[in-house]
């Protein structure tokens, strides 16, 4: 169930194109601006389309949380990577392509194509 879960949730992201991306640490130490934050997003997609699953993940905050279509949600690096893992043997020949980005404090939007 969890994986038709997945699945469905890979449909949605993939027709839909947009990915909220949440910058979480914690209050008291999120002092990134939002290009810094962009920078962020770039740097784990790079990482993802070159398959350096193991770095990409690492910069992913510990609490992060995905905010997927119908409020499906993915919390920590576990929760993203398996999304990511299945993502990926979907879609082995996978590259991301960035059409839109805004940010603003510790929230970004993320349009994009693969």
């Known amino acids: 169930m969890q994986l038709a879960r997945i699945l469905l949730l890979i449909l949605a992201f993939a027709i839909g194109g947009y990915l909220a991306f949440t910058v979480t640490e914690t209050k008291q130490e999120n002092t ?8 962020l997003v770039r740097q784990v997609l790079k990482l993802i389309d070159e398959r350096n699953l193991d ?5 992913y905050a ?4 995905y905010h997927g279509p119908g409020g499906h949600e993915l919390r920590g690096r576990d929760g993203i990577r398996g999304l990511w893992d299945v993502f990926l ?4 020949d996978l ?3 960035i059409e839109d980005m805004v940010s603003e404090g510790d929230k970004l939007v993320l349009r994009w194509r693969i």
């Open 95 to 97: 590259h991301s392509t």
């Open 55 to 59: 770095e990409a993940f690492e910069l």
């Open 89 to 92: 043997v979907g879609l082995p």
């Open 62 to 65: 510990l609490d992060y949380i």
């Open 32 to 39: 990134q601006s939002a290009e810094q934050n962009k920078a």
